[in-house]
């Protein structure tokens, strides 16, 4: 299989210094909507199309809010799951310890093996809900 990598453009690079800067997860017309802002001249569909090429080579994380959006961010590049605020969209890196064993375990027990995994967590954050973090 051959490799293709991708163009690097101005546009591309305009996205990748912004989410570089944020530090939650926005939606392609959020970050569509702050290019604009910047004035880097971005169109909406170069932004979907940078977005998953992004997604894809694992430099940008996505994940699917309670509603279904899908909400991007540029984060660590070690495997991990979120816990996500229903409220204000905060998102945290949770490692998994108990999830990659279970994955492995029922992968293994159905004959199934390149077994990937995304785990997303939903709940309220202790700032939403006014209550001390335990």
Do not use: I, K
Not at 64 to 88: F, K, P, Q
Not at 105 to 133: L, M, W
């Amino acid at each position: 299989m051959v490799e293709v990598r991708s163009r690097s453009t101005r546009q591309r690079a305009a996205l990748l210094a912004l989410l570089a800067q944020v530090p939650g997860f926005l939606s392609a017309q959020q970050l569509h909507a702050r290019l604009q802002a910047d004035g880097a001249g971005v169109g909406l569909a170069t932004v979907y199309r940078a977005l998953q090429d992004l997604t894809d080579r694992g430099v940008v994380d996505v994940l699917h809010t309670a509603d279904g959006e899908a909400v991007y961010r540029r984060c660590s590049s070690e495997h991990h799951h979120h816990l996500v605020c229903r409220r204000c969209g905060r998102a945290v890196e949770v490692a998994g310890t108990a999830v990659e064993t279970w994955a492995r375990a029922v992968a293994a027990e159905h004959g199934f093996t390149e077994v990937e995994h995304d785990v997303e967590v939903f709940g309220v954050c202790s700032e939403c809900t006014g209550a001390t973090p335990r």
